[in-house]
């Protein structure tokens, strides 16, 4: 499972990385968890929204990883994508800095329904917060250049130090400057800043750094390549999110609060599978025809790590969720959906690594229509039926069928079009 190979070297610190990013954030919650309940659902607000947003402009990071894996070895080339990449990074930062600032009011006003002093104090935070968006997609383009350089080891030590100074700076400015939100996001921001910095010092011996040349026919094929994928992210980290949220708050607030709670400790379980998903697309653009063992050896290992995961988190399930909340009845819900609950959607490995292997082969206008299919009458079944027996098992049952479904599906596709990725030339 550990074995030193260029997958586990690629997928290793990534996991490490992410586990170290979401345990920091957990105590970043807590700080403003502390300060007031307002002030919590605010930032929780005001952040989910930028996140969201930043998730799915973040698709131009992944359009870049393969584009710029494919034509790693004709260095002139790959340096041309990488500084098109920058430049296009900035530009969406600008961009959506100036959405926040100019339409801020009118989102969080008329669609989140913020009023009064909420409202100023969240205003106040996301035009701060706001320039995130431009330092996490230049994160996101120096976490990409790391992957095809193999260099993965680079993203855990500046994510660990960046999140830990993350906390530092929350503390100091909340707390020991008495800034509350404010403080929350400038301590947000130099912790990007400072993530940004740790890459550009680590990487000052591969890249010989020059002022970037806007290349608008790069630019094209990047967002032609990434639209799809910016659709696909919004599609199911956005809207469907929503909608099985409304599905769910039909059958009762408490399922509502189980679900929420299982998902959070689901992600921590997914870990490994976004990693190994990531390696795979790596690896794939830089040599197709290694598609075959790649891909298989990326599912066998993130489902092992997977089902580690989760029986450490079942048989530790009381203290974790104690930690979280001393709500008994939700304690015990929460007992009664878990262990099942991991072992139904263990096919979600299966398909995210299918799906990232496919989009590395071109195929992501067939995975967005393919999903949109496939979600739509799982979810219509699960409205249906939600209706009749009002059961979060329902909710499940039916996911990890769409789960199932996806990823036999997308086995097919791979398997019945293999011939013709294979002839998809090695990088340049």
């Known amino acids: 499972m550990f074995k030193k190979d260029q997958l586990n070297q690629l997928a290793l610190p990534l996991i490490l990385s992410n586990v170290v990013s979401l345990v920091i954030s957990l105590c970043d919650q807590a700080v403003m968890g502390h300060l007031s309940i307002t002030s919590f659902a605010a930032v929780g607000i005001v952040a989910g929204f930028i996140n969201s947003v930043t998730g799915v402009l973040g698709a131009t990071s992944i359009s870049f990883n393969?584009?710029?894996?494919?034509?790693?070895?004709?260095?002139?080339?790959?340096?041309?994508?990488?500084?098109?990449?920058?430049?296009?990074?900035l530009l969406i930062g600008l961009l959506g800095f100036g959405f926040i600032t100019f339409g801020g009011k009118f989102i969080f006003q008329q669609i989140y329904q913020l009023n009064a002093q909420v409202l100023e104090e969240s205003l106040n935070y996301a035009y701060i917060f706001s320039s995130s968006?431009?330092?996490?997609?230049?994160?996101?383009?120096?976490?990409?250049?790391?992957?095809?350089?193999?260099?993965?080891?680079?993203?855990?030590?500046?994510n660990t130090v960046a999140t830990i100074s993350n906390v530092i700076l929350d503390l100091l400015f909340v707390y020991g400057l008495g800034l509350g939100m404010i403080?929350?996001?400038?301590?947000?921001?130099?912790?990007?800043?400072?993530?940004?910095?740790?890459?550009?010092?680590?990487?000052?011996?591969?890249?010989?750094?020059?002022?970037?040349?806007?290349?608008?026919?790069?630019?094209?094929e990047n967002l032609q390549y990434a639209f799809p994928m910016m659709v696909q992210e919004f599609l199911e980290n956005t809207i469907l999110i929503v909608v099985l949220g409304a599905l769910i708050s039909r059958i009762g607030l408490l399922e509502v609060s189980v679900y929420q709670l299982i998902n959070q400790l689901l992600q921590i379980s997914w870990m490994p599978m976004?990693?190994?998903?990531?390696?795979?697309?790596?690896?794939?653009?830089?040599?197709?025809?290694?598609?075959?063992?790649?891909?298989q050896q990326a599912i066998t290992r993130?489902?092992?790590?997977?089902?580690?995961?989760?029986?450490?988190?079942?048989?530790n399930q009381n203290f974790i969720i104690n930690l979280i909340t001393n709500q008994k009845l939700l304690l015990e819900y929460f007992c009664k959906y878990f262990p099942m609950v991991i072992i139904l959607f263990i096919f979600n490995n299966m398909l995210t690594i299918y799906q990232y292997t496919l989009q590395t082969l071109g195929e992501q206008k067939w995975i967005l229509k393919t999903t949109l299919l496939i979600y739509s009458i799982g979810y219509l079944l699960i409205y249906l039926f939600a209706q009749l027996y009002k059961s979060l098992w329902i909710v499940y049952v039916i996911l990890a069928m769409i789960y199932f479904i996806l990823s036999r599906i997308m086995k097919l596709k791979l398997k019945i079009n293999l011939d013709k990725y294979l002839q998809i030339p090695p990088c340049l």
Do not use: D, M
Request: hydrophobic share 50%.
């Open 274 to 295: 976004y990693a190994y998903a990531q390696a795979t697309l790596t690896i794939v653009s830089e040599n197709p025809k290694c598609i075959v063992p790649i891909h």
């Open 133 to 158: 968006i431009g330092l996490n997609l230049l994160l996101f383009t120096c976490s990409s250049y790391l992957k095809i350089i193999n260099r993965t080891k680079y993203i855990l030590i500046g």
């Open 66 to 89: 393969i584009l710029g894996a494919r034509v790693y070895q004709n260095q002139s080339l790959f340096r041309k994508y990488l500084e098109t990449q920058v430049i296009l990074s």
């Open 183 to 220: 403080g929350n996001a400038v301590g947000s921001v130099l912790a990007l800043i400072l993530n940004l910095i740790i890459y550009l010092v680590l990487l000052k011996c591969e890249i010989r750094w020059e002022v970037p040349l806007f290349r608008f026919s790069l630019i094209k």
């Open 302 to 315: 993130s489902i092992r790590l997977y089902a580690l995961i989760s029986v450490f988190l079942v048989l």
